[in-house]
């Protein structure tokens, strides 16, 4: 098709996000320029279940879709028939949640004529700091941070990334989530332990700081539970000072392991990416170490580090150029995981070459 022939700063894609329970839509041109970007939260709904409801997610998906797509489009003024492509997230993801969307972006692609193209939502990720840093230099590591996923990658350019490591249990994000739960400080986690500790102590408790110095590895799980066992022996312990605390040895964490990749791998930035990099100590941390270190840094607006349709337009927009449009006939994959044909080395080769 000509659009997947000729992509270039004029080309527009049309995005579409549903993988958990924000259902979004976004109009980009060439890449990172957003025209628009809606997205529609359905944290309200699922607040009294402490968590999201698959079933409930996928429901409020199909009634929102549209309209999100229409409001994403209108907001764009852009009509459907300038509509160059449409991507889509196909994984990970609900599988419920996932399903709305890619059936939406089909029927959307099919009724214009427009080349579709699966996205993974992890890989989107990467491009939303790019989004809004388009001179960002590279080779530059990304640590992707949320809910589901704690991974370190070095970038050479767009669509070609190799793994260095990842979580060998919780992610960030979910330790967040089950620690604020445990403290009964709000929903959804990473934003009320964000809040909570600004109130709080971060030298309060000494938390450890699991495989600081090995490897690039991620390890949240004993840190959770050191949390939980300190409340129960400590039962007046002031929640703040255990979320301040709890939230700075996540960090330590992370922002150690993220330089020591940037130096070790020759790096020139340092890239945030996912819901837990719109953490406040986070950000100020990353930038306080990349001065230091001296490298450039690049931190997504804190509505692209939560899940939106603009990174997925922007992903969509880098793969239609660079491997053409998708088939029509591929489906959503819940368990995808960030290892497609852009990877350039596996796993186990990264494990093998550390330091």
């Given amino acids: 098709m000509s659009a997947a022939d000729h992509v270039d700063e004029s080309t527009v894609v049309l995005g579409i ?33 402490g968590g999201v409801v698959p079933e409930i997610a996928g429901r409020a998906h199909l009634e929102l879709i549209r309209p999100v797509i229409n409001e994403a489009l209108d907001t764009a003024g852009v009509h459907p028939e300038r509509i160059d492509a449409v991507a889509v997230t196909i994984g990970p ?61 070095s970038m050479d350019a767009p669509g070609s990334y190799r793994l260095l490591g990842a979580t060998i249990d919780d992610a960030a994000g979910e330790a967040f989530d089950k620690v604020a739960r445990f403290l009964d400080i ?24 699991a495989m600081l110095h090995d490897g690039y590895d991620f390890s949240f799980s004993g840190l959770k539970t050191a949390v939980m066992n300190h409340v129960r022996q400590h039962p007046d312990v002031a929640s703040n000072d255990v979320a301040a605390s709890f939230q700075a040895a996540v960090v330590d964490v992370l922002a150690a392991k993220l330089m020591r990749a940037a130096r070790d791998t020759g790096a020139r930035s340092v890239v945030l990416g996912g819901g837990v990099a719109a953490n406040t100590l986070l950000r100020s941390e990353v930038e306080r170490l990349a001065v230091v270190d001296g490298f450039r840094v690049a931190l997504p607006s804190r509505a692209m580090c939560t899940d939106n349709a603009a990174m997925i337009a922007a992903a969509g927009w880098y793969r239609l150029r660079d491997h053409g449009p998708s088939r029509l006939d591929i489906g959503a994959v819940p368990n ?8 350039r080395t596996n796993r186990s080769a990264a494990l093998r070459d550390r330091r």
Avoid: W
């Avoid at 996932?98 to 059936?103: K, W």
């Avoid at 990473?190 to 700081?209: E, L, S, T, Y």
């Fill in 17 to 49: 996000e549903t993988s958990c329970d924000e259902t979004a839509a976004a109009v980009v041109m060439g890449g990172t320029d957003v025209l628009s970007s809606v997205v529609s939260s359905q944290i309200d709904v699922h607040a009294r279940f």
């Fill in 93 to 153: 993801g609900l599988i419920g949640a996932l399903l709305v969307g890619v059936a939406a972006a089909k029927a959307t692609a099919f009724a214009l004529d427009r080349p579709f193209v699966g996205v993974n939502h992890l890989e989107a990720h990467l491009y939303a700091a790019l989004i809004e840093d388009p001179n960002l230099e590279f080779p530059a590591v990304v640590l992707l941070v949320s809910g589901g996923n704690t991974l370190l990658l």
């Fill in 186 to 209: 709000g929903y959804p986690g990473g934003p009320a332990i964000d809040r909570a500790a600004q109130q709080g102590n971060p030298r309060a408790v000494d938390f450890p700081r």
């Fill in 336 to 343: 995808l995981a960030l290892v497609a044909d852009t990877v």
